[in-house]
């Protein structure tokens, strides 16, 4: 009994070093199970002053719907160090105040599954796919979208518990524009979801 928690307590030294990354600017320790994680995904204004200001919003809301591409908050959740599941939540109602102006929205929603590789010390790469359900509103036009989406992206931690992010995707969305005092029209999509998004996450 006594040799059996004696290796019993090796592994675990042994994993828990592994999972640690010492660098001279603190200690790096990827996910493990029950790790939650949380981030933005938002998109760099290049042309104005507010960096992370969303540059064109009546653009995002119809091109994030159709894409599967919300810029929003998304939540990670780890069951292993290898896999975890996501979920994306996106709700944005806009006004611009000036007279006769449309008020523009979007409600999104998507849940995903991560599997994470071995990486190195500070990246960690992974692929999976995930599902989008998305409706925005704006000027008299109404669009309604679902999709499903295969993905590949990364997280690199720049400090401890704090990370930055890409990702690419492939997949197909169905969407219904209806404008008032018209029927709808339903379109579809198959593309690349290569946006100039980035993500900003933090582990708890």
Known sequence: MKKTMMILFAVTIVTYANAQ????????SKPTAGTLLSEVTFMPNL???AMFAFSDLNKNL???VADGQLPG????KFSSESR????SANLTIANSGEEESSTSYLVGFSYGVENH??????????????ATAGLAGTSGTTMYAVGGNVLSGFDYYTMPNLYIGAEI???ISV??????????????????????SLRLGWKF
């Open 21 to 28: 990354i010492k660098t001279n600017a603190g200690t790096f």
């Open 47 to 49: 042309s104005g002053s």
């Open 62 to 64: 119809t091109s994030g």
């Open 73 to 76: 908050v998304k939540f990670r």
């Open 84 to 87: 975890a599941v996501r979920y």
């Open 117 to 130: 590789t071995k990486g190195s010390e500070r990246l960690s790469t992974y692929w999976g796919y995930e």
């Open 169 to 171: 995707s492939y997949g």
């Open 175 to 196: 969407i219904n524009t209806k404008n008032d005092g018209f029927s709808g029209t339903t379109a579809f999509k198959l593309a690349p979801g290569i946006t100039p």
